[in-house]
């Protein structure tokens, strides 16, 4: 009688064991990278322009107006796709990145950029130079690919421990198609990497570093905090980025190093002073009690200014107060 089973050589289950692992890897990557894929036809050109926006009108808390004043680093933009992150909210700074939120350096990042382009992962580099106060703009013309479609891009606030603005993977490519125009604001970060809590902070490294982080109007919640403005829901924008496609490819440049200022662009953003309340220290202790022993003596606390109010905020209160009081020499004879 004949078995209904059907042997199969060893080396043929070998082959379909093959097959099917191969079959079930290319379907995993297909699901990753669905919805991510850029099928746009050709490259597109996009001018990138960043508006610092930051002034003693709109940030009057501790404005740095010396040594030195508020000015703005090299924008750096990285186009990439999605193997490369220059930076990520809610995770560890890199050192490149270490290395540019406390000094403005670029040198570990474009390192980083260079080895991450062999693997094809990042397209090209990009840097401006900088803004010499906290009001101005710069602009770099990109050219992104379908394998390269995202947009990274970071600012340092020059002074500060670690703080800057920037942007995490920005996709230009959409449905197949590369997007004409994006306009968005932008709030500053803490890199996590220093413990500063003022523009002027001298270095103090924040050990373990801890991940990077949003700078809001009550966090940190700390009222030394720089950008603590706690009757604000939220900080005004610190700065916007506008990104529209060219009808052209960019201009070769040797050395990626551009400052376009469109005309255009170069309206100045309007937007409402930010009110800063007085903010006064401690009373000092009671001074010693003087005066006639018949009708009783008077005392003395002081207290001082620590911020002064502006944008009409609350005004400061009185910085002296006096209460009676009967004199120790008074207190003696009795």
Not at 103 to 108: E, N, P, R
Not at 147 to 151: F, G
Not at 282 to 291: A, K, P
């Given at each position: 009688?004949?078995?209904?089973?059907?042997?199969?050589p060893?080396?043929?289950q070998q082959?379909?064991?093959?097959?099917?692992r191969?079959?079930?890897s290319?379907?995993a990557?297909?699901n990753?990278?669905?919805?991510?894929?850029?099928?746009a036809?050709?490259?597109?050109?996009?001018?990138?322009?960043?508006?610092?926006?930051w002034s003693?009108?709109?940030?009057?808390?501790?404005y740095?107006?010396?040594?030195?004043?508020?000015?703005?680093s090299k924008?750096?933009?990285?186009?990439?796709n999605?193997q490369?992150?220059l930076?990520q909210?809610?995770a560890?700074?890199?050192?490149?990145m270490k290395s540019?939120?406390e000094?403005?350096?670029?040198?570990?990042l474009?390192?980083?950029?260079?080895?991450?382009r062999?693997r094809?992962s990042?397209?090209?580099?990009?840097?401006?130079?900088?803004?010499p106060?906290?009001?101005?703009?710069?602009?770099?013309?990109?050219?992104?690919?379908p394998?390269?479609?995202?947009?990274s891009?970071i600012?340092?606030?020059?002074?500060?421990?670690d703080?800057?603005?920037?942007v995490?993977?920005?996709?230009?490519?959409?449905?197949?198609?590369?997007?004409?125009?994006?306009?968005?604001?932008?709030h500053?970060?803490?890199?996590?990497?220093d413990?500063?809590?003022?523009?002027?902070?001298?270095?103090?490294?924040?050990?373990?570093p801890?991940?990077?982080t949003?700078?809001?109007?009550?966090?940190?919640?700390?009222?030394?905090?720089?950008?603590y403005y706690?009757?604000?829901?939220?900080?005004p924008?610190?700065a916007?980025?506008?990104v529209?496609?060219q009808?052209?490819?960019?201009?070769?440049?040797?050395?990626?190093?551009?400052?376009?200022?469109?005309p255009?662009?170069?309206?100045?953003?309007?937007?409402?002073?930010?009110?800063?309340d007085c903010?006064?220290s401690?009373?000092?202790?009671?001074?010693?009690?003087?005066?006639?022993?018949?009708?009783?003596?008077l005392?003395?606390?002081?207290?001082?200014i620590?911020?002064?109010?502006?944008n009409?905020?609350?005004?400061?209160?009185?910085?002296?107060?006096q209460?009676?009081?009967?004199?120790?020499?008074?207190l003696?004879?009795q």
């Open positions: 009688m004949m078995s209904s089973e059907i042997l199969v060893g080396w043929l082959l379909l064991v093959v097959l099917l191969f079959t079930l290319c379907a990557l297909v990753s990278t669905n919805g991510t894929e850029c099928s036809r050709g490259p597109a050109s996009y001018i990138v322009v960043f508006t610092g926006h003693p009108q709109t940030f009057p808390k501790q740095p107006l010396f040594r030195p004043p508020a000015q703005w924008l750096m933009v990285v186009t990439h999605e490369y992150r930076w909210e809610g560890p700074a890199s050192d490149g540019f939120a000094q403005g350096l670029t040198v570990d474009v390192k980083d950029a260079k080895e991450a062999k094809r990042v397209g090209s580099m990009y840097r401006t130079a900088g803004i106060s906290g009001i101005g703009h710069s602009s770099t013309e990109v050219l992104l690919t394998r390269s479609p995202l947009v891009l600012v340092k606030l020059i002074p500060s421990p703080w800057f603005v920037g995490d993977g920005l996709n230009l490519c959409e449905g197949g198609k590369w997007k004409q125009e994006v306009t968005f604001d932008l500053p970060f803490d890199a996590g990497t413990s500063g809590f003022t523009f002027s902070s001298p270095n103090f490294p924040t050990t373990p801890e991940n990077i949003m700078i809001t109007s009550q966090k940190p919640n700390h009222p030394a905090n720089s950008f706690p009757r604000l829901n939220e900080l924008p610190l916007t980025i506008w529209k496609r009808s052209r490819l960019p201009v070769r440049q040797q050395n990626r190093l551009s400052n376009h200022i469109l255009d662009a170069s309206k100045p953003h309007r937007f409402s002073e930010t009110p800063l903010e006064v401690m009373w000092s202790s009671w001074g010693l009690c003087f005066g006639p022993c018949a009708r009783g003596g005392r003395h606390r002081t207290r001082y620590l911020l002064k109010p502006a009409s905020g609350s005004p400061c209160p009185e910085l002296e107060e209460e009676e009081c009967t004199p120790h020499n008074c003696a004879d």
